[in-house]
C-alpha cells in the first residue's frame, strides 16, 4: 500500500476515534431532560434535571430521580433508568442533534403505585437540551415593560431570561391596568408585569424571590367603599346604603410613609401609615390551566397578602421551565382580608433578586418576613384554607427544625397566627405563621 494513502487512512481512522470520544465527553454535564407522553403538550410533558458523565463511551448519571446508565456510540445514545429501589425504570434510545439529543422509549412513572405494585411502562418521546450556563456573576436588569398580562398561563411569553442571584429593576400597573404606551393582553383584571424566565428553574424545583425594593410611583390611589359579600352578613348587605359618590381617592406620599383620604364629613382627616405591597404575585399554573388576573392557586397569583412587602422573601413551587414569574396589582396599603374588594390601588416600582431550591418544592406558596415564617393555603372555602396552610407550615417545621408531630402540635397550640388575605376573589387565602423569635431558640 502506498505510504502516503496508508498514514491517511490511519490518520482518519484515528480522526474518527478521536471525533466519537469528543462526542461522549461533549455529552458530560447538566442538561434539561423532556419526557413526552401520547397525548401530551409541551405544557404537560415532564421535564427534568439531567446529569451526564462520559468515561469513553459509557454514560452514568441522573434523569431526575432516577438512576441512569448507558452508552454513547458515535452519535448514538442508549440509556437505562433506575428507580431508588434498583427497579427497572425505563429506557431510551436516540441520536445527537445539534447539541441536544433525542429518540425514543419506555419508562415507569416516577410515583408508582401504592405498595410498589408493578406499573407498565409509558411509551415517550425524550429530548436532552443542554442546561444554559450560569454565568461567572450575577447581573442587574433595567426592564421597562413592553407588554402586560391579565391572565396567568405558561402560554404567555417570556420576556426576560435571567439566571439565579440577578437582580430586576421594574414596574408595575395598577389594578385596571391603564398604560398608553403599552399594550395589555387578557381581559381579567390585575395585569402583571413579566412573565420574566428563571434559567435552571424546573417542575420539582423552589423558586425563591424576594423583594428588594417596593415604592409607589404615583401620587394617587383609589380604593372600593363597598363590603364584599363574604365580609358581612347578607342582612347588613342588604341594609346598607351606600353613597354611590363617595370618593374614595387617597393621597401617597411614600416619603412620609403616609397615605391620606379625601375628606369626607365623616372622615375629614384620615391619615394611614403606608404599607405597600403587591397584590399579585405567581409562576405559571400547572399543565394547561390558565386563570384570570384576579384569581389565585398553587401557583400564588392574586394572593392579596399585606405582608408580601419590601424585605419579604417568598417561595413558590415549579410546575414548567423557567417557572415564569409575574407580579402586579399594588396597594399602598391594605388590611387582612381586603374586605372591599381592593386595597389602596396604585402601580410601584419593584426590585426583586432570584434564587432556586432544586429538587424541593411544597404544594403552596410559602413566605418569609423578618419576623415570621408563613405558609399559604389556598381553596374554596377559609377552613379548608386554615387546614392547608397549617399543614404546610407543619411540613415545613419537619423538614427544616426535625420536630415530631406531638412537638409541632404543642409548638403551635402556643404561637401560631392567622391571617385571611383574601376573601373577596375566586379563591379564599388563609397565611398560617409562626414568629422566627420561636424558632431561633430550637434545638439548641
Given amino acids: ?50 446529569s451526564l458523565k462520559a468515561d469513553g463511551t459509557k454514560l452514568s448519571g441522573r434523569w431526575g430521580t432516577y438512576k441512569l446508565a448507558g452508552t454513547l456510540t458515535g452519535a448514538r445514545m442508549e440509556l437505562s433508568l433506575t428507580d431508588t429501589g434498583g ?8 441520536a445527537q442533534g445539534e447539541d441536544t439529543f433525542s429518540g425514543t422509549g419506555s419508562v415507569v412513572p416516577a410515583r408508582r403505585a401504592v405498595g410498589g405494585a408493578a406499573q407498565s411502562p409509558n411509551a415517550v418521546t425524550w429530548k436532552l437540551t443542554r442546561a444554559a450556563a450560569v454565568p461567572a456573576k450575577p447581573k442587574t436588569y433595567d426592564y421597562e415593560p413592553t407588554v402586560f398580562y391579565g391572565t ?57 424571590v424576594k423583594l428588594v425594593k417596593l415604592r409607589t410611583n404615583k401620587p394617587t390611589a383609589r380604593q372600593g367603599s363597598r363590603f364584599n359579600q363574604h365580609a ?60 384570570r388576573g384576579t384569581d389565585l392557586g398553587v401557583f400564588g397569583g392574586n394572593l392579596d397578602y399585606n405582608d408580601n412587602v419590601q424585605g419579604t422573601t417568598l417561595y413558590f413551587p415549579v410546575f414548567h421551565p423557567g417557572a415564569l414569574l409575574g407580579m402586579g396589582d399594588a396597594h399602598g396599603a391594605m388590611g387582612d382580608g381586603e374586605v372591599v374588594g381592593t386595597g389602596l390601588e396604585t402601580s410601584v416600582d419593584v426590585t426583586f433578586t432570584v434564587d432556586v431550591i432544586k429538587g424541593y418544592t411544597t404544594p403552596q406558596v410559602r413566605a418569609e418576613t423578618n419576623d415570621y415564617l408563613i405558609s399559604f393555603g389556598v381553596s374554596g372555602s377559609v377552613p379548608e384554607s386554615i387546614q392547608l396552610a397549617t399543614t404546610q407550615l407543619a411540613d415545613w417545621m419537619k423538614k427544616d427544625y426535625n420536630l415530631t408531630d406531638s412537638e409541632i402540635a404543642l409548638l403551635f397550640g402556643d404561637v401560631l397566627k392567622y391571617d385571611i388575605t383574601e376573601l373577596v376573589d375566586p379563591h379564599f387565602n388563609v397565611a398560617a405563621k409562626v414568629p422566627k423569635s420561636v424558632l431561633a431558640t430550637l434545638n439548641k
Fill in 1 to 50: 500500500m502506498n505510504k502516503k494513502l496508508h498514514t491517511a487512512i490511519l490518520a482518519l481512522i484515528a480522526g474518527i476515534a478521536f471525533s466519537r470520544t469528543c462526542v461522549a465527553a461533549d455529552a458530560s454535564g447538566d442538561w434539561v431532560g423532556q419526557l413526552t407522553g401520547p397525548f401530551d403538550s409541551d405544557y404537560t410533558a415532564q421535564y427534568n434535571h439531567v
Fill in 87 to 94: 427497579k427497572p425504570a425505563g429506557t431510551l434510545s436516540g
Fill in 152 to 208: 396567568y398561563s405558561a402560554a404567555e411569553p417570556p420576556v426576560l431570561h435571567i439566571f439565579p442571584g440577578d437582580t430586576v429593576n421594574t414596574r408595575t400597573i395598577d389594578a385596571n391596568g391603564r398604560d398608553a404606551n403599552v399594550p395589555r393582553h387578557g381581559t381579567g383584571g390585575d395585569a402583571n408585569t413579566g412573565p420574566f424566565y428563571i434559567e435552571g428553574a424546573l417542575p420539582g424545583d423552589t423558586l425563591v
Fill in 232 to 291: 358581612v352578613t347578607l342582612a347588613y348587605a342588604l341594609a346598607a346604603k351606600y353613597d354611590p359618590n363617595f370618593n374614595g381617592e387617597w393621597k401617597l406620599d411614600p416619603d412620609k410613609n403616609v397615605a391620606t383620604l379625601t375628606p369626607s364629613e365623616g372622615l375629614p382627616h384620615l391619615t394611614i401609615p403606608m404599607k405597600t405591597m403587591l397584590g399579585c404575585i405567581s409562576v405559571a399554573p400547572p399543565g394547561e390551566e390558565q386563570y
